[in-house]
Nanobody, 114 residues
Framework: QVQLVESGGGLVQPGGSLRLSCAAS????????MGWYRQAPGKERELVAQ???????VYTDSVKGRFAISRDNAKSTVYLQMNALEPEDTAVYYC????????WGQGTQVTVSS
């Protein structure tokens, strides 16, 4: 079992920045990929970014150049630095960790609005 706890969401103006954190606990040695999905109202959940245990990142096209994912394996924590935020980034952001199974955090709200 793996437990995930997210933090760092909130309200920010367009063009602003936020940093999300997700700390894993439990059988963390079994984790391969970690990452972030998001779900906006009325839309399907979509991948934002993910990173392998060796640090290889993948981003969805809409966030390339604005978001950066990183991982601290010693702390079993994954981060998502979000810059140049746009209203279209408004969503609930979910952390996930993939072992043989997929584990999800509870979600954190990110709202980009003036």
């Amino acid at each position: 079992q793996v437990q995930l706890v997210e933090s760092g969401g909130g309200l920010v103006q367009p063009g602003g920045s936020l940093r999300l954190s997700c700390a894993a606990s439990g059988r963390v040695f079994t984790i391969n990929t970690m990452g972030w999905y998001r779900q906006a109202p009325g839309k399907e959940r979509e991948l934002v970014a993910q990173i392998t245990s060796s640090g290889v990142p993948v981003y969805t096209d809409s966030v390339k150049g604005r978001f950066a994912i990183s991982r601290d394996n010693a702390k079993s924590t994954v981060y998502l630095q979000m810059n140049a935020l746009e209203p279209e980034d408004t969503a609930v952001y979910y952390c996930y960790a993939h072992t043989v199974y997929a584990y999800w955090g509870q979600g954190t709200q990110v709202t980009v609005s003036s």
